[in-house]
């Protein structure tokens, strides 16, 4: 589905959730201003926590921001931590007003809600946390219906442009050798579609109520950020 709205601000998923469910993402630019929200990156066109204050105006609350380090983490919201510095990739939570949020630059933002709209979680899943299944380990942390869920896949690096190595479709067809079928040999390479192994995952499990952006981080570059195509990139 390729539906998203692309307003001038933000990008607002196309999903069919109830009415208190609310989502953005943002682009590359807010307000034809570079619009970095990540603390951590070398790339300073402007100020992160500036641009954070600036989102907040858009938010029920302040969100709760991980420290994301490619990991199978989970974090539930609703429970009181002494320390938010250890990596996490995916939150969730049942709390009206409170925001789950990730950052991503080619990795996929998988959102999840439910059918009730009692419940929300954001994952943060390049390879590495596909291949660890970090979006069906968030589910089963949050104890929650699988077969009530409704899942928003968002900008991501698309299969024509994801290129791995030996070891990392070995990793992949280790697992399930039905994962072959999503990566196309080149020369030395493949080509991975990654939100094609995501989705089989869902399905596995029940979860057919799978909405997806369709939009390329790197064919979009001039609305999100690329990893691959910058390296250093906000």
């Known amino acids: 589905m390729q539906n998203d709205c692309l307003q001038n601000d933000f990008l607002i998923p196309n999903w069919n959730v109830p009415d208190n469910i609310k989502a953005i993402i943002t682009y590359r630019y807010y307000k034809n201003n570079d619009f970095n929200l990540a603390l951590h990156s070398d790339y300073k066109l402007s100020d992160?926590?500036?641009n954070r204050n600036l989102l907040i105006q858009y938010l029920p609350s302040v969100p709760h921001w991980l420290n994301q380090a490619h990991t199978d983490n989970v974090i539930d919201l609703d429970v009181k931590h002494t320390e938010y510095k250890q990596s996490f990739d995916a939150s969730f939570t049942r709390q009206v007003n409170k925001v789950s949020v990730v950052m991503t630059a080619d990795c996929?933002?998988?959102?999840?809600?439910?059918i009730d709209g009692t419940f929300v979680s954001s994952v943060h899943a390049g390879w590495r946390g596909v291949l660890n299944k970090i979006t069906l380990k968030t589910i089963i942390r949050a104890n929650i219906s699988a077969h009530n869920l409704i899942i928003y896949i968002g900008p991501s690096i698309c299969k024509q442009h994801f290129e791995v190595?030996?070891?990392?479709?070995?990793?992949f067809v280790a697992q399930n050798i039905n994962n072959t079928k999503y990566f196309k040999p080149t020369q030395d390479k493949y080509l991975c579609n990654l939100t094609g192994i995501l989705i089989e995952q869902l399905n596995n499990?029940?979860?057919?109520n799978i909405y997806t952006s369709n939009l390329c981080t790197i064919c979009n570059n001039n609305l999100f950020y690329s990893y691959r195509l910058e390296k250093n990139t906000g």
């Not at 996929?108 to 439910?114: A, E, G, Q």
């Open 48 to 50: 992160p926590q500036i």
């Open 108 to 114: 996929i933002p998988v959102l999840i809600t439910n």
């Open 165 to 171: 190595r030996d070891d990392v479709f070995n990793l």
């Open 205 to 208: 499990i029940g979860i057919t």
